[in-house]
């Protein structure tokens, strides 16, 4: 490298990690996840903006590389968390409310999405318009689990039996579009496709192999009160050759980061996965708002036509009908009450981080264009800001708040949704280590 491209690359990487940190607290201050200001960041520099020479001074197309590489460093830390931390809510949780909420909240949107997709293919499918139909179906069943996680955090909802269901419902649906979006890929058959036929000793050696090496580990740290500092490394080597393995295969790389942080012990660190979370949270913090940048300067609707604006609406109404009327509809049969299903089919349309990960590696695997590409990022974006204002229209509000407001005790103060019937089996602070830790890394 170059003096003169290093500093490019040094003013290119200060001027976006310095917008995203203040259109992030920006959209923090009005209530919005920082992801939409991240996002927002990166759009001020897109073609929908700014002319492709004013793009090109902003962020010149020889630094960018470095800093997708970067990027993609934050978002193999944050894959990793997501992976690390999406086991623990769901047994903690009442199951038949649980299941009813993600089922509806999976199934009704991917087979509306696959629908809506039919008619789509021919205009935006580059290549299999079977594997386009799909993705579409998995993107639209997608929760954002850490940014559903920052809301409740914020709003003080962790603690409340609706955010307990959400977070534990989101977490087992977010684990499902994974799977679904790796078939996807797989069935689209792209390069070096024989390599697929790996992805069962991959998963055999990270569970049969890795595993187990990872808590003899973690034990062994434990009782020898290893400080964080010595075991982070050892897992940033591991989890950059899982990345690096998924990627050989054609799964990408962020497959390997998830699976990664699922195979990770839990028990056996005690008090030094925090530290470690901590640790591994950090370096999220910084390098991941370089990839929601990098985003939004792909974003381009200023060529759309009229059908394309008529489709984007099309894709942003079904996303919304068929996640909030699917969640509603699980939640109602799983025998919650309306005052309870009506804020979670609220709270699990929200997409945010997850769903933009999904959408950019569809376009990075060849399995949309950038015009669908295009919509599916505003759609996210959409479907991310409308929970707050939506939640605030309901009155939905946290346990905390309506003592302090009201003077009344927690029973009293939303006593249809923490009836001991509907949710005898909710410890409400089961998934606050869930909220926090995920709030963190969002």
Same mark, same amino acid.
């Given at each position: 490298m170059t003096g003169h491209l290093l500093v490019d690359f040094f003013l290119a990487f200060a001027l976006a990690l310095g917008a995203a940190r203040v259109l992030g607290a920006l959209a923090q201050r009005v209530g919005q996840p920082a992801?939409?200001?991240? @996002?927002?960041?990166?759009?001020?520099?897109?073609?929908?903006?700014?002319?492709?020479?004013?793009?090109?001074?902003?962020?010149?197309?020889?630094?960018?590389?470095?800093?997708?590489?970067?990027?993609?460093?934050?978002?193999?830390?944050?894959?990793?968390?997501?992976?690390?931390?999406?086991?623990?809510?769901?047994?903690?949780?009442?199951?038949?409310?649980?299941?009813?909420?993600?089922?509806?909240?999976?199934?009704?949107p991917l087979v509306a999405g696959a629908a809506l997709a039919v008619p789509l293919a021919d205009a935006y499918a580059p290549d299999s318009k079977g594997a386009f139909v799909l993705f579409v179906g998995v993107a639209m069943s997608v929760t954002a689990f850490p940014v559903l996680a920052r809301i409740l955090s914020d709003r003080d909802l962790a603690r409340h039996p609706v955010g307990a269901l959400t977070l534990a419902a989101a977490a087992v649906g977010d684990l499902i579009a994974w799977i679904c979006l790796a078939g996807v890929v797989g069935y689209a058959g792209t390069s070096g496709q024989w390599r697929m036929a790996l992805v069962p000793v991959y998963l055999l050696v990270l569970i049969a192999v890795v595993k187990p090496l990872l808590r003899v580990m973690a034990q062994r740290a434990a009782d020898r009160g290893t400080p964080a500092e010595r075991v982070v490394p050892v897992l940033v080597v591991a989890l950059m050759l899982s990345c690096a393995a998924t990627e050989w295969i054609g799964i990408h790389f962020v497959f390997g980061a998830f699976a990664f942080g699922a195979v990770m012990p839990r028990?056996?660190?005690?008090?030094?996965?925090?530290? @470690?979370?901590?640790?591994?949270?950090?370096?999220?913090?910084?390098?991941?708002?370089?990839?929601?940048?990098?985003?939004?300067?792909?974003?381009?609707?200023?060529?759309?036509?009229?059908?394309?604006?008529?489709?984007?609406?099309?894709?942003?109404?079904?996303? @919304?009908?068929?996640?909030?009327?699917?969640?509603?509809?699980?939640?109602?049969?799983?025998?919650?009450?309306?005052?309870?299903?009506?804020?979670?089919?609220?709270?699990?349309?929200?997409?945010?981080?997850?769903?933009?990960?999904?959408?950019?590696?569809?376009?990075?695997?060849?399995?949309?264009?950038?015009g669908f590409y295009s919509m599916m990022v505003v759609m996210a974006v959409?479907?991310?800001?409308?929970?707050?204002?939506?939640?605030?229209?309901?009155?939905?509000?946290?346990?905390?708040?309506?003592?302090?407001?009201?003077?009344?005790?927690?029973?009293?103060?939303?006593?249809?949704?923490?009836?001991?019937?509907?949710?005898?089996?909710?410890?409400?602070?089961?998934?606050?280590p869930l909220a926090e830790s995920a709030r963190k890394s969002s």
């Open positions: 992801v939409v200001g991240e @996002i927002c960041a990166g759009l001020l520099a897109s073609p929908m903006i700014i002319a492709a020479a004013g793009a090109e001074t902003i962020l010149p197309a020889v630094v960018q590389p470095l800093l997708g590489a970067l990027a993609n460093v934050g978002l193999a830390t944050f894959m990793f968390i997501v992976g690390y931390e999406i086991e623990g809510g769901f047994g903690r949780n009442r199951r038949k409310a649980t299941l009813g909420v993600a089922a509806g909240s999976v199934v009704v028990g056996e660190l005690g008090g030094l996965r925090k530290q @470690i979370m901590r640790q591994m949270s950090q370096v999220g913090h910084i390098l991941l708002p370089l990839y929601f940048v990098i985003v939004g300067t792909k974003v381009d609707l200023s060529a759309f036509s009229v059908s394309a604006v008529l489709t984007l609406l099309a894709v942003i109404g079904v996303a @919304i009908v068929s996640k909030a009327g699917g969640t509603y509809a699980g939640a109602r049969l799983a025998g919650l009450p309306h005052a309870a299903a009506l804020p979670a089919a609220v709270l699990m349309n929200t997409r945010g981080l997850t769903e933009i990960v999904i959408v950019a590696v569809a376009l990075d695997m060849g399995l949309i264009n950038e959409v479907t991310t800001a409308m929970t707050g204002p939506l939640l605030n229209l309901f009155g939905v509000r946290g346990q905390e708040k309506d003592r302090a407001e009201t003077g009344t005790p927690l029973e009293a103060a939303a006593p249809e949704m923490t009836s001991p019937e509907i949710f005898a089996e909710f410890p409400v602070s089961g998934t606050e």
